[in-house]
């Protein structure tokens, strides 16, 4: 640890820069910036900044909820997506817990302090949506569009935290992934089961059928970037193929 302040204002910039880096490439930069500019609203909280300075000697938790006041500056535009401010710290939940989300007399001055630290945040209570269109048009698609945003606004927060607290200017992000490395290694361990069951094609029908799929499923990582679906019976090694779909694919 640092010994220095994080201040709030530093932190939810910086978390909101880097999770619209990560959801960019999904179309969903501008939601993921939003979410991530509201996720700690409620540590302006009187009662939060009292707590904090109780247990900051203590190294213990505040323990005080501070994630509603943000949910609820960006529900009306966000949507469901406002679940991932509600669950950055426990968990994605479900649609339900917006809807009995109500404000409290103390929020409105809780707000006017986050405004003062962090002024671009007044314009996110109005204009239009931001979750992409097409994820309202399409449930699965949008419950994956909800659940990636959710891992880019985590990973956001967890690394700008980790950089404060080892003294680094910025977070530090990882070089991409080795797809093709990742390919080769997953496709060398999946000989591997198989020769413990007994070949390629294994050692009863359904593993004649769970090869055949495989096969089935790979040959169609080669078509253009997008969001598949795989209707397969339980027991058909939707665990491997999805997997092995998703490396061909990325790869």
């Not at 910086?14 to 700690?40: K, M, N, P, Q, Y």
């Not at 406002?82 to 479900?94: E, I, P, Y």
């Not at 569009?145 to 950089?163: C, E, K, N, P, W």
């Amino acid at each position: 640890m640092t010994g220095r302040w994080h201040g709030l204002a530093e932190h939810v910039r910086s978390t909101a820069r880097l999770a619209r880096i990560f959801a960019a490439s999904f179309g969903a930069g501008e939601l993921a910036w939003s979410l991530g500019l509201v996720h700690d609203a409620g540590k302006c909280a009187s009662n939060w900044q009292d707590k904090l300075m109780r247990v900051a000697p203590t190294g213990a938790r505040v323990g005080i909820d501070h994630k509603r006041v943000g949910v609820l500056l960006v529900r009306e535009r966000a949507l469901a997506a406002a679940m991932t401010v509600l669950g950055h710290h426990g968990g994605l939940g479900q649609v339900r817990s917006l809807i009995g989300l109500e404000s409290q007399p103390e929020d409105t001055v809780t707000l006017q302090r986050f405004f003062a630290e962090v002024p671009e945040a007044r314009a996110l209570a109005t204009g239009s949506e931001l979750m992409p269109a097409a994820w309202s048009e399409s449930p699965l698609l949008g419950e994956m569009g909800i659940r990636m945003t959710f891992s880019a606004l985590v990973d956001a927060d967890h690394l700008d935290t980790a950089a404060h607290a080892q003294g680094l200017d910025r977070p530090r992000v990882a070089a991409s992934a080795d797809m093709g490395d990742l390919l080769r290694r997953f496709e060398a361990n999946r000989v591997l089961l198989l020769d413990r069951r007994g070949g390629p094609g294994g050692s009863s029908e359904v593993d004649a059928v769970r090869t055949a799929l495989y096969e089935d499923v790979v040959r169609l990582a080669l078509g253009e970037p997008g969001i598949y679906r795989l209707p397969a019976p339980t027991g058909s090694g939707k665990t491997l193929t999805s997997a092995g779909f998703a490396l061909h694919h990325a790869a």
